[in-house]
């Protein structure tokens, strides 16, 4: 097994060029520094954790995270400039997207394979493809997908109908008819899943992945209904947006309203929403490239806790900004957003009482690549300072210890 060698050899020549002269922004190469700090060398992927509390292993190891997680990179270094020559992406896309049969991922994996495949202009495994169409041809077990699943699922097919369209065009269709059908509320947001209590409720990850799966459908098909409904869920992020450009974590789908804020999570901030709102902006949606950088300079320090969200010794990012005492269960964040639906209220930011969440996941840096990775008109943000004073130093200490 894989698993049990000391390393593997998923090195290459990608892209191989002079590590003093970057075609990359600042951004991207504090990224792509952290995510080597993330490396797993004995199993060929990125890790589920990298621990910032001083520990002197940090890095934490969870298989079916890592290779989600590791696809998601993937995804993103699509989109880089300038890879690092030391990663040969085809390589690692294969160790990796074959375990997704022996793993209990989710089926939201599935998806995601098919778009960083697509993106890599990349071949999926048959036998994975296969699983996929299995998955996609039982239509009575979709209403146990969560919104994740289903808008990965519909984003990696939309990928790989551009590629195959005999194959893959008509289940895109399918999925989206679906999700327009069973996952659209009229407040313009979306509900986590078909049924149950999580027809009435979301979170910000459903917003987005299911807004950016319709957006690349609508734009796949030319399907203004589809833009449509991103743009609609696109205006409403917006607007619950916080005043200092927090993105919420809970809402009430049906009413509209933010359930709790907590946790806020920085992938969110710099990452996840920079996805949609660069196609909000696109598509005309008003106030989308403010939102974005008010929801970044949330993470560069104009935040409750008033310090940046990047780790300065490691050049990692710090995962989230959670309420005191509520590291370890959110027990109290369901008693809130039962509390606030009862009441008909909406959560608010909170001040005070807030503690950090002293951890890095890798597919938060893969989000960095993918949304930023081909961007040059906000140089505001890819060419801040935190990230131009650190790759300085990695570089001066790199080429001391060479």
Not at 145 to 150: I, K, R, S, T, V
Not at 218 to 235: L, P, W
Not at 256 to 269: A, K, L, N, T, W
Not at 361 to 385: A, C, M, N, V
Request: hydrophobic content about 40%.
């Amino acid at each position: 097994m894989l698993e049990n060698r000391k390393t593997l050899d998923l090195t290459g020549s990608v892209n191989s060029t002079d590590p003093n002269s970057s075609a990359n922004s600042p951004l991207i190469d504090y990224a792509l520094n952290a995510l080597e700090r993330c490396w797993l060398p004995e199993f060929g992927r990125w890790s589920h954790i990298y621990h910032l509390d001083g520990r002197p292993h940090p890095n934490e190891s969870l298989p079916r995270s890592d290779v989600f997680y590791t696809l998601n990179v993937l995804l993103g270094l699509a989109r880089v400039p300038q890879v690092p020559a030391t990663l040969n992406l085809s390589a690692i896309f294969q160790h990796n997207v074959r375990q997704l049969l022996t793993l209990p991922v989710r089926k939201y994996a599935l998806g995601m394979a098919m778009w960083s495949a697509a993106e890599l202009d990349l071949e999926i495994p048959e036998e994975i493809a296969k699983r996929i169409e299995t998955v996609l041809a039982n239509r009575a077990n979709w209403r146990s997908l969560y919104a994740q699943d289903m808008g990965m699922l519909l984003t990696g097919a939309v990928a790989q109908a551009h590629r195959d369209p005999a194959r893959w065009s008509a289940k895109a269709d399918d999925l989206f008819s679906y999700v327009a059908a069973e996952y659209c509320r009229p407040s313009g947001l979306f509900a986590d899943a078909p049924k149950g209590l999580r027809r009435r409720f979301a979170s910000f990850a459903s917003q987005v992945y299911l807004t950016l799966a319709c957006y690349y459908y609508g734009r796949f098909k030319t399907d203004a209904g589809a833009i449509e409904i991103a743009n609609r869920c696109s205006q409403k992020l917006i607007d619950l947006q916080g005043s200092n450009g927090e993105w919420p974590w809970f809402f009430d789908a049906v009413g509209g309203r933010v359930m709790d804020f907590y946790e806020i999570y920085s992938v969110h901030q710099y990452g996840m929403a920079p996805a949609f709102l660069e196609l909000a902006e696109t598509h005309g949606v008003s106030g989308a490239r403010k939102a974005l950088i008010k929801g970044f300079d949330w993470v560069l320090g104009a935040n409750q806790l008033g310090s940046p969200m990047f780790e300065p010794t490691s050049g990692l990012s710090i995962r989230s900004q959670v309420r005191k005492g509520e590291l370890n269960t959110n027990k109290w964040r369901a008693v809130r957003a039962a509390t606030n639906s009862m009441l008909r209220r909406s959560g608010l930011v909170d001040a005070n009482r807030l503690e950090l969440r002293l951890e890095c996941r890798s597919y938060e840096l893969g989000w960095i690549l993918w949304s930023f990775g081909k961007r040059s008109d906000l140089p505001q943000l890819t060419h801040h300072r935190i990230f131009s004073d650190f790759n300085r130093s990695a570089g001066g200490q790199r080429r001391e210890t060479a």
